[in-house]
Antibody
Framework: QVQLVESGGGLVKPGGSLRLSCAASGFTFSDYYMTWIRQAPGKGLEWVAYISNSGNTVYSADSVKGRFTISRDNAKNSLFLQMSSLRAEDTAVYYC????????????WGQGTLVAVSS | EVVMTQSPATLSVSPGERVTLSCRASQSVGSDLAWYQQKLGQAPRLLIYDASTRATGIPARFSGSGSGTEFTLIISSLQSEDFAVYYCQQYSYWPPLTFGGGTKVEIK
């Protein structure tokens, strides 16, 4: 079955770095655009970054631009989010999600991985 | 940036009741709107896309309507498993992709 599994979350100090991974299975990963979406504790959903199926096109939210980088390895069916210069306000559960079609809405989500930024 | 506003923030409902959730966009997004359901401790689940198309496996009691700036999600007869937070998301003008703040449907 279609599955996304995130990993790499944890506790990090302000200014630190972390790399999140998302392992995909059950579908042809290289056919799909992918995204990262986060959710701060008790808050709503916030889109973070988006990548085309080839990896040639990426977009990111202004709140993370210049600090977070989305990438993918289609040979390994994996999506990544490299996070640097982390701030307290980056504390959230980070979800990877699959874009269902030509326009970005998301039909499959991982279980999420928690990133906590605190000294 | 397109701002999505959902109302009400919380809805107290009894099982079996009809539920109407609203989502408003700060500018027209055509029909480029999705609805998600998120239960406590779980990832969101896609319910509706293109404003009115049910996603795979979504029960017929969920329906979406609207276009432009005003959208509605209706649950025709609320079941116990439907108590959750519901989010709308526009994908007409992006980046950024934007979500509404959510409507929590709780037991009355």
């Amino acid at each position: 079955q279609v599955q996304l599994v995130e990993s790499g979350g944890g506790l990090v100090k302000p200014g630190g770095s972390l790399r999140l991974s998302c392992a995909a299975s059950g579908f042809t990963f290289s056919d799909y655009y992918m995204t990262w979406i986060r959710q701060a504790p008790g808050k709503g959903l916030e889109w973070v970054a988006y990548i085309s199926n080839s990896g040639n096109t990426v977009y990111s939210a202004d709140s993370v631009k210049g600090r977070f980088t989305i990438s993918r390895d289609n040979a390994k069916n994996s999506l990544f989010l490299q996070m640097s210069s982390l701030r307290a306000e980056d504390t959230a559960v980070y979800y990877c999600a699959r874009d269902q079609g030509l326009l970005p809405h998301f039909d499959c989500w991982g279980q999420g991985t928690l990133v906590a930024v605190s000294s | 940036e397109v701002v999505m506003t959902q109302s009400p923030a919380t809805l107290s409902v009894s099982p079996g009741e009809r539920v109407t959730l609203s989502c408003r966009a700060s500018q027209s997004v055509g029909s480029d709107l999705a609805w998600y359901q998120q239960k406590l401790g779980q990832a969101p689940r896609l319910l509706i896309y293109d404003a009115s198309t049910r996603a795979t496996g979504i029960p017929a009691r969920f329906s979406g309507s609207g276009s432009g700036t005003e959208f509605t999600l209706i649950i025709s007869s609320l079941q116990s498993e439907d108590f959750a937070v519901y989010y709308c998301q526009q994908y007409s003008y992006w980046p950024p992709l934007t979500f509404g703040g959510g409507t929590k449907v709780e037991i009355k």
